[in-house]
Every structure is written in structure tokens, then in C-alpha cells.
């Protein structure tokens, strides 16, 4: 019976001496499991967090991209406004400088038929006072009437409507019959007030038809024959244009300073400093020596 007894505590004693192991590693079983646990939320916490972070960069990086996006769209905006305004100034300043050129066209005109007429009273008081006199300027006919003076040249249509002429077909689009009779014009009363602007729209008719080259060397004429005419700026301005369009730069900056230096206040001036403003060009260079001023024949 005692022997049992003892059996039966030594089992117990196993019992419990195998049981505390067990129960030590549950334990530590279950706080390797929480620390993984609590590993796993903060990794999973830190996952949302960068999720987060992700998404607001994304939405700042989307605004910022729309930001710039209406910013280009601006830019391009104001710079197409821009290029138009400078357009159209520019188209205002070549009407502006057209009608200024008409102008001078008009007046001249005038002037020109004022001095016909004067000239044509002197003529009548001067046959005035010679048959006053006793001493007529016409040579008398048989019967004593006054036998017509002939004509200076019967070939030349009068001056005043050949250069009309010239003009209206000019202004039409009409060149090659205009040049004719600008041509002509120069070749009948090559010493009139409007000879140069006759010589200067020769050279813009070439110009118009692209012949840059023939345009330069007439542009020139009108400023060595006729420096003091209304169409010396403007000559020198187109001059300066045609010697760009060949390929002259050099050249072409030196008309265009050169002018500026001349007719500082002009509106060819104003075309010739946007002109170098557009070609990358301060204005105030090396200035081309003005052409020596010459008498226009008489």
C-alpha cells in the first residue's frame, strides 16, 4: 500500500516537473505572437501613413501640373496678344507711313500746278506788258494776228496728267504699266518736283516684284538726285529693306541707322528702329555716311 503511494506521487512529481516547460514555452509562444502582431499594425499603420503621403504628393503634384498647365496657356496667350498687337502696329505704321507718302504726293502735286500757273500769269503779264509796249513775244501772222508758239516737246503728254496717271495705276496694282509711265515721266521733266518721287516709285515697283537688287540701285538714285525730296527717307528706308532681302545685313543695318541719324523724327525712322529691334540690333551703330548731296540737272 505504501509502495502505490509512492508511485503515485512520483508520477505526480513528473507531472509537474514535464508541465513547467510546457506552460514556459506557451508563454513565450504568445509574446512572440503579440510582438508580430503589434509589428504587423505598425507596419500596416506605417502602410497607410505612406498611402497617405502618396496620395496627397499625387493631388499636389496634379495641381501643381494643372498650375503650370494654365500658366503655359497664359504665357502662350499673352505672347500671341502680343505678337498681334505688334502686328498690327506695325500694319498701322506702314498705312500710317502710306498715307503720309499720299500726302506728300498731294502736295507736291499742288505745288507743282500752283508754279503752272504761276508761271502761266507771268507769261500773260509779260505778253501784256510787251504788246503794251509795242513789242509782241509771238511772231505775227499774215494780217496781223499772233501765230501760235509750237510746242516744246509734241511728243510728252503734259506733265501733270502722266504722273497722275502713273500714280493711279500704281495704286491699282498696275506696275508694269505705271513703271512706263513713271519712266517716262522722268524722261520728259526729269527737273520737276516730282521727279524723285517718280525715280522712288521705279525702285518700289521693282521692290513689290521681288527684283531687290535694281530696287537698291534706284532707291539709291533718288537719294543722290534728289536728297531734298519728301521721298529721300523713305528711299533710304526701302533701300535699307532690299539690301536685308539680299542678304546684305551689314549693309542693310547701315541704311537703317543711317536713316535714323538723318530723320531721327520721321515715321521711317520709327520702321527702321522696329525693323532692328526684330533683327536684334541696337539702333545708334556705325552710321552710314550720308550720300554727297548732288543738284538735280537743270
Known sequence: MRYGNNLA??????????????????????????????????????????????????????????????MNAAVNELQTKMQGQTTDSNARIEQLSGQIQSLHDSVDELKSRLAKVSKQLDDMQQGGQNLAAGQPGLATAPGGSLAPSAPTNPAAPPPDALYNNALRDYNSGKYDLSSQEFGDYLKYYSNTDLAGNAQFYLADIEYRQGNFEAAAKDYDKVLEQYPGGNKAAAAQLKKGYALLELGQRDGGIRELNSLIARYPRSIEASQARERLRRLGVATGGAVHKPPTQQTPPQ
Not at 36 to 52: A, E, F, G, Y
Open 9 to 70: 506521487w512520483l508520477a505526480a512529481v513528473l507531472v509537474l516537473a514535464t508541465a513547467t516547460p510546457a506552460i514556459a514555452v506557451s508563454k513565450e509562444i504568445i509574446q512572440l505572437q503579440t510582438q508580430v502582431q503589434s509589428l504587423q499594425d505598425q507596419v500596416s499603420r506605417m502602410q497607410q501613413s505612406i498611402d497617405m503621403n502618396l496620395g496627397a504628393m499625387r493631388n499636389l503634384i496634379e495641381q501643381s501640373a494643372d498650375s503650370v498647365n494654365k
